[in-house]
């Protein structure tokens, strides 16, 4: 299997095969993916979420972002690593923006992603111009949960579908190589997929987008306290680590573990 490069991923918008993305937050997680051939792995900030049990994005910090990374990186050979900018990271100051990208570059991410159309338009181009690929985020932002009113789809009427467009030609302007169209009708995917010449990843956003990025612990069932209906369940970890807990406790209480084989003579 060869590298994944930037190149490889503006090139497979309009080839016809469509781009799988996964979260990963551990390096054990990340080899699984990277040997599957996964194209491109997410470092997410649903890291907060699902991994340390927050119950929103907003708390997770550059620090925690620059752990996972790290563990990430140490699993991947192939694959394209991009990290998400945890909230307040890239917020305040075009500076602060800059600085935080290139720390999570140095951790060995090859891109970050930040949330925001045209409000984050001038830092996105920041970013770009100091050498990092940026991934950019659009419609159900969830750094953005408090203003929205909660985990809603965005899009749903004309105003909001207008607002969205000129968010996706400006994080293109801006030069992000691809961008995140989470909670959205699907029609109005389909639409932002056929303007702009940059991949489009969805999430909870239809069929039409060039790739698909999911939670990695959604897909595994090893995540219940939301359940998004856009998410398709591939394996019940949940119970197989269950199952196997208990046995080990039935096997500890009743003097079956450890065996002899287990044991030094
Ligand atoms: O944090 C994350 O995992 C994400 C994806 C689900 C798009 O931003």
């Known amino acids: 299997m060869k590298k994944v490069t930037i190149l490889d991923i503006m090139q497979m918008k309009g080839e016809g095969g469509k781009i799988p993305v996964l979260t990963a937050y551990d390096c054990p997680t990340a080899k699984i993916l990277d040997e599957a051939g996964m194209s491109i792995i997410l470092v997410g900030d649903s890291a907060g979420m699902v991994f340390a049990g927050y119950e929103n994005t907003l708390s997770v910090t550059m620090d925690e972002m620059r752990y996972h990374t790290r563990a990430v990186v140490r699993g991947v050979n192939n694959a394209f690593i991009v990290t998400d900018m945890p909230f307040l990271s890239y917020q305040v100051s075009i500076e602060d923006a800059k600085r935080n990208a290139g720390l999570l570059i140095r951790e060995g991410a090859e891109a970050v992603k930040l949330e925001g159309g045209v409000i984050a338009a001038d830092t996105i181009n920041a970013i770009v111009d100091m050498g990092v690929p940026v991934m950019g985020h659009i419609g159900l932002t969830p750094q953005s949960i408090h203003r929205m009113g909660g985990y ?100 500890v209480k009743r003097g079956r573990f450890p065996g002899k084989e287990h044991s030094f003579q």
């Open 152 to 251: 809603k789809v965005q899009g749903k009427d004309k105003r909001q579908r207008k607002r969205l467009l000129d968010d996706a030609r400006a994080v293109e302007r801006a030069g992000a190589f691809s961008i995140v169209l989470e909670g959205m009708p699907a029609d109005l995917a389909r639409e932002i997929t056929e303007t702009i010449s940059i991949p489009t990843i969805g999430i909870g956003a239809g069929r039409y987008c060039d790739g698909q990025v999911l939670v990695i612990h959604d897909i595994l069932g090893l995540y219940d306290n939301i359940k998004p209906r856009f998410v398709k369940g591939y394996a019940d970890l949940k119970a197989v680590i269950s199952s196997a807990v208990h046995e080990y406790m039935e096997d």
